[in-house]
């Protein structure tokens, strides 16, 4: 019996959370936290997929540096998700958490490749299922990808994690007035332009009916409080009808 008011959930892992207080590369207990909070919700009888992102590794930013074209820049990009759910699954595993790693892209001997029923059977039998790779296609973010994944799996919310906690009128960093919102809708996302994630994972979600909420990427508080509680953050739905609501930031 599950503890919480969700039953399956898709939760969107930047590169970035694996990087600890590095500038480069995984840190091992950027890892373990991140394991913790995952076995701690799957505890609770949540079912979990987590797509992660592999910017830790290779950044846009990198390519337009030396000159890459896109595609292959992409291609890149999707090996080191790869790397990324592969080093997360090895810290879930030796925690004695079931988990498995599935990839939109063949690496046969590697990584299990991504196939729906197979994924659903094993969400259904309580284990984690990290899915690597993006949507398998340059020109496609891993926001996308988890817009893709979440509703093919089925998932009730897409818990975006970033480095504030929630979804701003403006950059907090840069502006001290910022407000963050309490709850937008998809059409708002949009038509604000709030670069919260990519427009056509925000439309992909509007189009399910997946909730969006935005949490802070570094706080297990925040994480469990939003998959268990419902609460914290911004919350993007088909309900907000009226105005966008703001809090104080």
């Known amino acids: ?6 039953k399956r959930v898709l939760l969107k892992l930047s590169g970035e959370a694996l990087l600890g207080d590095q500038e480069y590369g995984i840190d091992y207990k950027a890892c373990q936290e991140i394991a913790e909070t995952l076995r701690q919700i799957s ?6 997929g987590v797509v992660i992102g592999g910017g830790n590794i290779f950044r846009g930013q990198h390519a337009t540096q030396f000159g890459f074209e896109r595609t292959p820049a992409d291609h ?9 759910g592969l080093a997360l699954h090895q810290v879930l595993h030796g925690m004695g958490v079931k988990v498995r790693v599935m990839s939109s892209r063949n690496f046969d001997g590697i990584i299990e490749p991504y196939n729906w029923s197979q994924a659903q059977f094993y969400l259904e039998k309580g284990v ?6 993006g949507t398998g296609n340059p020109y496609f973010t891993t926001d996308t990808a988890a817009a893709l994944r979440a509703s093919e799996m089925g998932a009730e919310v897409l818990l975006k994690a970033t480095k504030v906690d929630g979804v701003y009128d403006k950059d907090p960093a840069v502006h001290k007035d910022a407000k963050r ?5 998809y059409e708002e996302v949009l038509h604000l332009d709030l670069k919260v994630m990519d427009a056509p994972a925000v439309a992909m979600c509007r ?4 909730e969006i909420r935005v ?10 409080k939003a998959i268990l509680e419902k609460k914290g953050g911004t919350l993007i739905c088909n309900k907000a009808h009226k105005k966008a609501q703001k809090v104080e930031a």
């Open 1 to 6: 019996m599950t503890g919480s008011p969700y």
């Open 43 to 48: 505890e609770k009888g949540v079912e979990i």
């Open 76 to 84: 890149i990009g999707i090996l080191a998700t790869c790397i990324n």
């Open 128 to 133: 984690i299922v990290i899915f690597v790779g």
């Open 181 to 185: 919102f309490k709850l937008l809708s």
């Open 207 to 210: 189009d399910n009916n997946i």
């Open 215 to 224: 949490v802070e990427l570094f706080s297990r508080e925040a994480l469990l």
